[in-house]
């Protein structure tokens, strides 16, 4: 139900900001009222905060609550007061480094950590914790919490543990300070061994240093020498395995994990946790051919321990030796064992025995007897836990796209998981997922799945119907609530279906206007990303009721329903004419959605794709509507005729230029893409190539070159589709153009026409599948953007009085970064334009600087100066792009800000 979610979230997501002055303001005010009034202003600073992550603002948002924290420690409410405060500390951890003047908070928090209350002293502690990023250089903070370590309160300690952790992570100062510390706490009698444990618990997040590596690491050998309890023993083993995975002495730690397991083989606590560490440093490159030979000789001290989590690990430091080929011949000799395990009655141990075997490629057992072996751990399933489900299943699609994994063998699965899974079952959800990832990369599969899906929605709607008091008086059965995943499989590309599968009109008379309305939008997205757009998603967006809907879904919904019927019935003149009225209607209202709706830049992406879609109907309705006026004289073999279609295929051949260059701005504002939308981005761009080649091909003047073609990497069993149709479409172009690219009159021939228009159309057809991104974005990256320029700020946001004598005025730009994308930010780039002030819209804005900033490893705020050249009263605009750590391409943002510069405040 993501699509849907989604939609409802863009009126709640990124709220409009208030301005900085109206919640001063209003903080002001709450100084004065009851303490639940600035407790509630308090917490709204969070989201505002958010909003307005700039210097500026954090500096007098968190020093007029310093002066709270200062003030108000004599009232009862103060406590709350307090930890609201340290509250709004760690919820703006990500840009709390801009807090430039941290040192008036400092200050109070030194004055009221002198407090007789145990509670508020921790409540200071904990506050240095949320500012841990700006104030862990201090000495004084440094020794407040040093001092916190060796509190009598328990409540105390636990801050100071909490603010140790935060500060060693910024301070390596920090970390030779207190290191001394834990060293006397670590060997106190006095101390609890679950304080002791809290401790070591903390060292491995010191920072990096080769030298107070060394150190913690002798720290934690003279702690298993000093015969600890048995919790804190296995505690020091974690961290000696954690500071050995940093440096290159994992193989030196192995051994001596390895010689610890001999000496303890009668502590079978001890024992499992030192095979978990092994695990953990198996991913390490420093084994040995001959460390990897002893770990299998452990097999079976394993088996003695009798613990299916020391077996568990065992296999799961396996696993990682049988991703590469170096260490599969010594694996291969304990096949045997492999195989045992594969029936073991712990699910975990015959998983992680399953994922080696699968990842030993040429092991015997990999495509025979483990098939033997999988469907009776296949029975099992329901009965394990969801962790270890989804581990299994995707090794069932790993094993499935193994090369040496035959169709039979895949069929053999796939029917096996249909027989054990019910509705009610517990792996249902995983299995669905699981059948969608196998059929994806064997469309083969799918009719196996129509059945399976149809199955389970009839039982789910008999089992309803058989309830007396059930009735379709709203509409549809309020208790229908069929899984998204279901239908994934029930509206497989047509190309997958048979003629087994059920009609596709058949589906949303059938089970979609049998569900809520929710799930018949999501019935209709999964039908326009699967290609069914006017047999399944158009009825289903129909019987919407659009009067109870909240506008700008409603409108969304429009434009949904006018896509929908551009789906043409057939590639008649007539039909694609039609399509292409609907297409350009569902572009028009989605023009309205981007310009009109507050939140108008959710809309983009579907906006400029509609908008190319919309070319491409265009150019391919007038190709044909031209070769169809011209045939007969094409037969005539008339100069003149052909040189009209040349004349016109020049005219399509700009166009579609202008379209190539269309995709490749989309391209640019595409970061946030998933990688399926991102292939078909590509697949769409080889295919608008081809169409523009073709268009060439018909030209007076000799055709270029066939279009270079991408490499697209897809699991997509739509885009592996059209990337097969696009490779089989160049063959054949590829032919045309060896053979007659010379002389235009004989290429421009009725044959060669209607040769190029049966590819393309072919094309065509099979591109009817919209994108994830269409309706949702996987990620999301925003960029802040505070424009400040010298001069009086007018009551009006953004509006600067300024005096006329000087005509350079220096404009100052903070940003702040925002993402969740893996690739990173590696640069922002802000480009400077001017316009003198007009109407609204009406500005023809002029570059004028470009200026980049490289953002630090861990800094995620930037600011540049600019200088302008203003004679009279202007608009300045500045817009964002920026480069990502992966990739190293440049990509655009929707990030826009604009200033006026009023000169002689007239």
Request: net charge neutral; with cysteine.
């Amino acid at each position: 139900m993501e699509s849907l979610y989604y939609i409802q979230q863009i009126e709640k997501s990124d709220p409009a900001t208030m301005s900085v002055e109206k919640f001063m303001a209003q903080l002001d005010r709450a100084l004065t009222q009851e303490p639940y009034v600035l407790v509630s202003t308090i917490t709204a600073a969070s989201e505002f905060l958010k909003q307005h992550p700039f210097p500026e603002v954090l500096n007098r948002v968190f020093n007029t609550l310093a002066k709270v924290f200062g003030d108000k420690t004599s009232i009862p409410e103060t406590k709350v007061i307090l930890f609201r405060i340290v509250q709004l500390t760690r919820e703006s951890k990500k840009f709390i480094r801009e807090y430039h003047t941290s040192d008036v908070m400092l200050r109070v928090i030194m004055m009221v950590s002198h407090n007789l209350d145990p509670e508020i002293r921790a409540l200071c502690l904990m506050l240095l914790e949320g500012l841990a990023s700006v104030v862990c250089d201090d000495s004084h903070a440094q020794h407040l919490i040093i001092e916190g370590l060796g509190a009598p309160t328990l409540i105390e300690k636990t801050a100071a543990i909490a603010a140790v952790k935060e500060f060693v992570e910024h301070s390596k100062q920090f970390c030779e300070l207190v290191i001394q510390k834990f060293e006397d706490l670590l060997f106190s009698s006095e101390i609890s061994p679950a304080f002791k444990i809290n401790l070591i618990n903390i060292l491995p997040h010191f920072r990096d240093g080769v030298t107070l590596g060394d150190r913690i690491y002798s720290l934690g050998k003279r702690l298993l020498a000093e015969n600890l309890q048995k919790e804190v023993t296995i505690a020091a083993y974690d961290l000696l395995t954690h500071v050995a995975t940093k440096g290159i002495q994992v193989g030196n730690h192995a051994d001596f994990l390895m010689d610890t397991i001999v000496e303890y083989k009668n502590e079978p606590i001890i024992i499992q946790r030192l095979f978990k560490n092994l695990a953990e440093i198996s991913t390490s490159t420093h084994w040995e051919n001959e460390q990897i030979k002893r770990l299998l000789d452990f097999y079976p001290l394993c088996q003695q321990q009798k613990s299916p989590t020391t077996i568990y690990y065992y296999l799961k430091a396996l696993k990682v030796f049988t991703s590469e080929s170096r260490y599969v011949d010594e694996i291969k000799g304990i096949d045997n064992y492999l195989v045992a395990l594969l029936s073991h009655p712990n699910f975990s141990v015959c998983v992680g025995a399953a994922r080696i075997v699968v990842n030993v490629q040429d092991f015997d057992i990999s495509s025979t007897t483990l098939l033997n072996f999988l469907p009776n751990v296949i029975e099992r399933l329901a009965d394990a836990k969801p962790k270890e489900q989804k581990i299994f299943c995707k090794i069932l699609v790993d094993y499935c796209g193994n090369k040496s994994t035959t169709d039979e063998g895949v069929k053999f699965i796939v029917c096996h998981l249909i027989c054990a899974t019910k509705l009610n079952s517990t792996s249902f959800e995983t299995v669905l997922e699981t059948l969608n990832a196998i059929c994806a990369q064997f469309p083969r599969i799918y009719p196996l799945a129509v059945r399976f899906a149809q199955t389970i929605l009839d039982d789910q709607i008999e089992a309803i119907q058989s309830q007396t008091d059930m009735d379709m008086d709203q509409g549809f059965f309020p208790n229908f609530r069929p899984h998204p995943h279901l239908f994934s499989l029930l509206l497989a590309p047509e190309f997958a279906r048979d003629l087994t599968s059920i009609p596709l009109e058949n589906i949303a008379q059938d089970y979609g206007t049998k569900a809520d309305y929710p799930i018949r939008y999501d019935i209709a997205v999964t039908a326009f990303r699967y290609g069914h757009w006017r047999n399944v998603a158009l009825p289903l967006l129909e019987s919407l009721q659009l009067g109870k809907l909240q506008s700008t879904f409603a409108l969304w919904i429009k434009c949904l329903t006018n896509l929908a019927k551009s789906q043409p019935a057939s590639f008649k003149a007539k039909d694609l004419s039609l399509a292409q009225m609907q297409m350009k209607s569902a572009q028009v209202i989605a023009e309205n959605l981007v310009n009109v709706c507050d939140k108008g830049r959710f809309f983009k992406f579907s906006l400029a794709f509609i908008d190319i879609f919309n070319d491409i109907i265009y150019l391919l309705n007038s190709f044909l509507s031209m070769i169809t006026v011209n045939q007969m004289l094409l037969n005539s073999e008339s100069v003149y005729a052909k040189r009209g279609v040349a004349a016109q295929c020049k005219l399509y051949s700009v166009r579609s230029a202008d379209a190539l260059i269309k995709l490749d701005l989309l391209f640019q504002r595409s970061f946030d893409v998933d990688s399926e939308s991102r292939a078909q981005l590509f697949l769409i761009r080889q295919f608008l190539d081809l169409i523009h080649f073709s268009f060439g091909f018909f030209c007076l003047s000799e055709p270029s070159r066939m279009p270079s073609p991408y490499y697209v990497e897809t699991n997509s069993p739509t885009n592996a589709h059209l990337l097969e149709l696009i490779s089989w479409a160049r063959s054949q172009f590829s032919k045309l153009y060896e053979i007659e690219k010379q002389n235009w009159r004989i290429r421009i021939t009725e044959t060669n026409v209607f040769f190029v228009k049966d590819i393309l159309f072919m094309l065509f057809s099979n591109s009817f599948y919209l994108p994830r991104s269409f309706f949702h974005f996987v990620y999301s990256t925003k960029i802040r953007l505070n424009v400040k320029a010298e001069g009086k700020e007018t009551s009006e946001h953004g509006r600067y009085l300024v005096s006329g004598a000087s005509a350079l005025h220096p404009v100052m730009v903070e940003g702040f970064v925002e993402t969740n994308n893996p690739a990173g930010i590696k640069a922002v780039i802000i480009h400077g334009s001017i316009a003198t002030l007009a109407k609204a819209g009406a500005e023809q804005f002029k570059p004028i600087h470009q200026r980049a900033t490289e953002l630090a490893e861990d800094a995620n705020s930037f600011a540049l100066h600019f200088t302008f050249n203003v004679h009279q009263t202007s608009k300045i605009r500045f817009e964002v792009s920026f480069i990502d750590k992966e990739t190293k391409k440049t990509w655009q943002s929707n990030t826009v800000e604009d200033i006026i510069i009023q000169i002689g405040g007239s």
